[in-house]
């Protein structure tokens, strides 16, 4: 699938990682690009190609409603969401994994589930979701979102198989830290919100199924399929040490 010529749609566009996509896709000649957010007043571009459009992607209204309001999408964006920096066995671990999962699980379902339609009568088109390392190890510091974030890597690789027979091209994205205000609180390195973008981009248009978009998830992917078992090891040393990632 090419970027230019298609119509997206990117969740959580008014900031961060979201905002690059909207920006890297109107850099690569995307003809609309509907930057989906829960406030979509403070978008403002002077690019009349960018179409600000109110969707929390936790109401089904909402995503019926852009349904009906973006019938010419052949490129969804599954960007939108949220990290509660939570370990597993907090107190507030509960609500954290509920919230977590609201968003970045069963908003990215119903995203797929409702634009699929859509996307079938534009000759498949594509869907790109946005993953994490953590999709694929257990990180102790924030694992109520890494649980979400395993799981939203299931829903991705099922709406591949599922909707392979329709041509609809399914990517899965995943980075370690991106300098966007979700990691602001992180001391460790970060990518920047537009090589991630890029990549992702790229990874589509050359019939990637999966995009390590930055060093980490390149190294963590390595490691996770060479050595598992020391990863994990290093990691519950760094938990059992009181070491952390980010500042309180
Ligand atoms: N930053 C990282 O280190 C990192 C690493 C790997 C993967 N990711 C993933 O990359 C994606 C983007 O993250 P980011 O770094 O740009 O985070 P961010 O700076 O915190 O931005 C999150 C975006 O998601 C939106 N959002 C949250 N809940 C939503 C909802 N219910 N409906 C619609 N939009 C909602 C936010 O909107 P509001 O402004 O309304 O809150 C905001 O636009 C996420 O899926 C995240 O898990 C991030």
Redesign the pocket.
Known sequence: MKIKGAVALV????????KAYAEALLGAGAVRVYA????PSGIASGDPRLVPLR????SPDDVAAAVATCPDVNLLIN?????LMTSMLRPDSEAALRAEFE??VI?MQRMIRAFAPGLASHGGGGIIN???VVSWFTGPFNSTYGAS?HAALVVSDAARIELASQGTRVVGVY????D????AG?NMP?TS?RQVAEASLDGLENGLDHVQADDRAREIWQATRTDPAALAANIAKMWAAGGKPYSD
């Not at 989906?36 to 406030?39: E, Q």
């Not at 960007?79 to 990290?83: E, F, L, Q, T």
């Open positions: 969740t959580g566009a008014n900031r961060g990682l979201g989906g957010a829960r406030d969707l929390d992607v936790t960007n939108a969401g949220v990290m968003v970045n908003g946005m993953l994490s974030k980075a370690g830290f991106i966007t205000d979700m990691a992180v970060k919100p």
